[in-house]
Each structure stands twice: as structure tokens, then as C-alpha cells.
């Protein structure tokens, strides 16, 4: 079946880093996608990775992927206030035009 | 980049009134456009989506329907709103591994 697990909230303190993590179901080739959403506002890509690799670092952000256990996660770096949203892990499998959402995870940047 | 331009913000509807929500996208031509609802600022639901001009898939039974006239537009209708399709209306377009979303409609059923 189609279902993307995410924990419902996060808080963390300015400067540490946040690990959001997420567990999806689809278990043949598959883009995994981070978006991030503040209040009133649509959602932002922030970065994606295919199924075939294990890591993509993007500046702060560092995506792992555990094929095995289908969990994926989003690591912020050196968190700061403005990283405080809720974000979004989704999935589509290859060859296909779903993307299917978690329930986002509420991330809360304490000064 | 893909830019997606939704109208309007926002919306104040009567229960039982008709519902016309825009989305056009500038940036790239045949993308696959969906529409998303996002009740309660959490999760989102895939309501709608199209891979071509005049093709439309639906994922819930419900008051809507999609339709997609021009290549980068796509539009979201009611004949009679409920007060159940209040909630926050993303439309998103997908070209390639990538989708992009709009800022979003609020829509309220009062």
C-alpha cells in the first residue's frame, strides 16, 4: 500500500542540528522528496534523491536513506530560526505521476 | 524554473454556492499538473491530476472536478460547495523528478 510515516513534531535549539525522519512503502525504484512549508504558505521543494543512492548533502541539508528499512531522513545543520515549518517527505515510484505525502513533521527552532 | 501562479488567495464562499479556482504555470510546457487539498495546516491530499490537455484523474469521490483547458492551466470546480471542502488548495506542477507547488487558496465554506 501507499503510506509515508513522519513523526508529528520537532524541537530543537538554534544552532544544533534537526533530524526529521520519515518511513515509506514503496520498495522498487522511487524519488523520495524533502518540501518545506511555513505558515499560509505553498510547499518548497528543498531536495530530492532516487532510490539507487544512499546520501545527498546540499549545504546545510543532508539527506540519508536507509534502503533496507525504507526510512529516510533530513538533517539540518547549524538550525536557525528561520528553519522553523513543517516538513513534508513524499514519494514516487518511477514511471509514475502520484506523489504521496506524510502528515508532516512540525519543526519548532528554539532561541 | 517552473512558476505556479494560483488565484485567489483566498476565498469566503456560502454553502451551496458554485467554486472556481485557477492555476497556471509558466516555465515549461506538458508538465503534469495536480491539484492537492490540505485540511487543518496538515497533511495533504492528492484530489486531482492531469498528464495532458482534456485528461483527468480523480482520487476521491467527492463535490469537485477538475479540468484542464490549455496545456499550463488547470482549474478546480464546485456546482455546490459544502461546507467539508473548506481546507487549503494546492496546486502543484511536476515536469521531470520534480514537482513545484503555488502559494495556495484558502478556501472557507461558511
Known amino acids: 500500500g501507499e503510506d509515508v510515516e513522519q513523526s508529528l513534531f520537532l524541537s530543537v535549539r538554534e544552532g544544533d542540528s534537526s533530524v526529521i525522519n520519515c518511513t515509506y512503502t514503496?520498495?522498487?525504484?522511487?524519488?523520495l522528496y524533502w518540501y518545506k512549508q511555513e505558515p499560509g504558505a505553498g510547499l518548497q521543494l528543498l531536495t530530492y534523491i532516487f532510490s539507487n543512492m544512499d546520501m545527498k548533502q546540499d549545504q546545510r541539508l543532508t539527506v540519508l536513506l536507509n534502503k533496507k528499512d525504507k526510512h529516510l531522513s533530513l538533517r539540518i545543520a547549524d538550525t536557525q530560526t528561520g528553519d522553523s515549518a513543517i516538513y513534508f517527505c513524499a514519494e514516487r515510484a518511477a514511471g509514475t505521476y502520484k506523489y504521496i505525502f506524510g502528515t508532516g513533521t512540525r519543526l519548532k527552532v528554539l532561541a | 524554473s517552473q512558476t505556479i501562479h494560483q488565484w485567489p488567495a483566498t476565498l469566503v464562499q456560502p454553502v451551496g454556492s458554485p467554486l472556481s479556482l485557477e492555476c497556471t504555470v509558466e516555465?515549461?510546457?506538458?508538465?503534469?499538473l495536480y491539484w492537492y487539498r490540505q485540511a487543518a495546516g496538515r497533511g495533504l491530499q492528492l484530489l486531482f491530476y492531469s498528464v495532458g490537455i482534456g485528461q483527468i484523474s480523480s482520487e476521491v469521490p467527492q463535490n469537485l472536478s477538475a479540468s484542464r483547458p490549455q496545456d499550463r492551466q488547470f482549474i478546480l470546480s464546485s456546482k455546490k460547495l459544502l461546507l467539508s471542502d473548506s481546507g487549503f488548495y494546492l496546486c502543484?506542477?511536476?515536469?521531470?523528478?520534480?514537482?513545484?507547488f503555488g502559494q495556495g487558496t484558502r478556501l472557507t465554506v461558511v
Open positions: 502543484a506542477s511536476g515536469t521531470g523528478a520534480m514537482a513545484f
Open positions: 514503496d520498495s522498487s525504484s522511487t524519488y
Open positions: 516555465g515549461t510546457s506538458n508538465p503534469n
